[in-house]
Antibody, heavy 120, light 110 residues
Framework: EVQLLESGGGLVQPGGSLRLSCAASGFTFSSYAMSWVRQAPGKGLEWVSVISGGGGSTYYADSVKGRFTISRDNSKNTLYLQMNSLRAEDTAVYYC?????????????WGQGTLVTVSS | QSVLTQPPSASGTPGQRVTISCSGS????????VYWYQQLPGTAPKLLIY???QRPSGVPDRFSGAKSGTSASLAISGLRSEDEADYYCAAWDDSLSVVVFGGGTKLTVL
């Protein structure tokens, strides 16, 4: 059974940093691209970033480019999202998701989400 | 403003058929597969339709997807109260090199 467990969320001041983690199990982690998707309170889904299985390819939404860095440690089956220069508009539940069906837009497996609140 | 356009709301009565539209462009829906997600309150999204019209294992055949040109649609037949949720379309955008989501459609079962 595929399991994705996010951690690292919390309250941070504007301009601060936070690193999210997503521990994966139940599949060959290194064989799959992984994504981060976020959802601001009461708003829709917003794709944040994706990283290839080997970590060599990454893509970012314009809203986070230059501030967020996606990475992975395949030896630890863990996905990361380093978030710097955080803004109030980054407040959201952050989900990690496993890429399925060979398409970055397809995710059949999601974590439960971790809440990031950016506020002074 | 989302790259993919969905109606903000839709509604129907139990047993009815409801359709939700998703409009994009040649760089996303026009050239790539469309995916549909269902999100119940307080839960993570669930993949309903993949590759335009395929259902993952366990998704009832009441849910169906279609794509034509730069638009796609999700149809729900035999509407049930448990279908009340938010629905999102998604696709890869070749020009932007990002995944784009629709703004979401809140389905109400009257």
């Amino acid at each position: 059974e595929v399991q994705l467990l996010e951690s690292g969320g919390g309250l941070v001041q504007p301009g601060g940093s936070l690193r999210l983690s997503c521990a994966a199990s139940g599949f060959t982690f290194s064989s799959y691209a992984m994504s981060w998707v976020r959802q601001a309170p009461g708003k829709g889904l917003e794709w944040v970033s994706v990283i290839s299985g080997g970590g060599g390819s990454t893509y970012y939404a314009d809203s986070v480019k230059g501030r967020f860095t996606i990475s992975r440690d395949n030896s630890k089956n863990t996905l990361y999202l380093q978030m710097n220069s955080l803004r109030a508009e980054d407040t959201a539940v952050y989900y990690c998701a496993k890429r399925d069906y060979g398409d970055y837009a397809a995710s059949e497996n999601w974590g439960q989400g971790t809440l990031v609140t950016v506020s002074s | 403003q989302s790259v993919l356009t969905q109606p903000p709301s839709a509604s129907g009565t139990p047993g009815q058929r409801v359709t939700i539209s998703c409009s994009g462009s040649s760089s996303n829906i026009g050239t790539n597969y469309v995916y549909w997600y269902q999100q119940l309150p307080g839960t993570a999204p669930k993949l309903l339709i993949y590759r335009n019209n395929q259902r993952p294992s366990g998704v009832p055949d009441r849910f169906s997807g279609a794509k034509s040109g730069t638009s796609a649609s999700l149809a729900i037949s035999g509407l049930r109260s448990e279908d009340e949720a938010d629905y999102y379309c998604a696709a890869w955008d070749d020009s932007l090199s990002v995944v784009v989501f629709g703004g979401g459609t809140k389905l109400t079962v009257l």
